[in-house]
């Protein structure tokens, strides 16, 4: 089959890359080059990068204006392929291949649709979540579905390993998704159930809520470790102002050792010797086991704890849940 690829941070490109082993990839389509860095320098995409080192063709519209239109047309694709391409394609171009473009999406949709898919079912404590194959349609992941596959979401699941997981099935559901194309059976089926939906992260979508529960704040951390972090900041103590993210932590039901009798939310109360430190929640206890503190690298929450001159009592600031 000849296609036409859009996609283009690195998740993308482990998808093109899979690809190119036993398709025709006639074209790829990526977001323009940004500047990245302390130095500015301009990046190519990581989906250009595999397209320039398998000389595949590149575009990079910021818009599609009618000279990208016809030079994609020109190419007469079968399919394309669309994977965290960045923004919404136009039907102008999407039904430019002659089966038109599918969009491998990581949830069971109409669940989750939108960009950050994988961290919302994580935030959200989901059980489940799985990949989705579809045809793209003027608006956003509602088209029929060709491929559907499942997978659980283990209670020690991240942003990170959830997505290696999920890439994984997704090679699963791409293939597939071709094979059905050949068959010709490949109509798909339209989406059912409650649509939810799953908005790009900001930097505020990690900050926590210390009025919310124990589970919450640990899914909440699991669910932004690759970005943008579930973090705080202290407005006591010697670390008063700092920020600080919190990489992993488990729900407790008590404050080991009980060592203040203060329960307010956002106050660290007690210690788990060569573990944790242990902050008071709306609801249970967070026992903090990987940081990072400003300016630093990510540690073990103990050894920040050592050599920050924190004590028990201090708080975090409160957000209103």
Known sequence: MKIIFFGTPEIAAQFLREIIKTENVAAVVTQP????GRGRQVLFTKVKSVAVENNIPVFQPAKFDAGVINSLSDLKADVGVVISYGKLIPKQVFTLPALGCFNIHFSLLPKYRGAAPIQTALINGEPETGVSTFWLEETLDTGPVIVEKHAPINPQDDAITLEDKLVTLGFEALFETFSKIASGACAGTAQKG????????????????????????????????????????????????KTIKILKARALDSCPGELIPVKEPGTICGLIKNDSFVVACGSGFLAVEEVVAEGKKPMPAWAYWQGSRLKVGDKFDIMQA
């Open 33 to 36: 080059d940004k500047p990245a």
């Open 194 to 241: 409650t649509p939810s939906f799953a908005p790009s992260l900001t930097k505020e979508s990690g900050k926590i809520a210390w009025e919310k529960s124990a589970r919450e704040i640990v899914n909440l951390a699991r669910g932004t470790r690759k970005w943008p972090g579930a973090w705080t900041k202290f407005f006591t103590g010697s670390q008063s102002g």
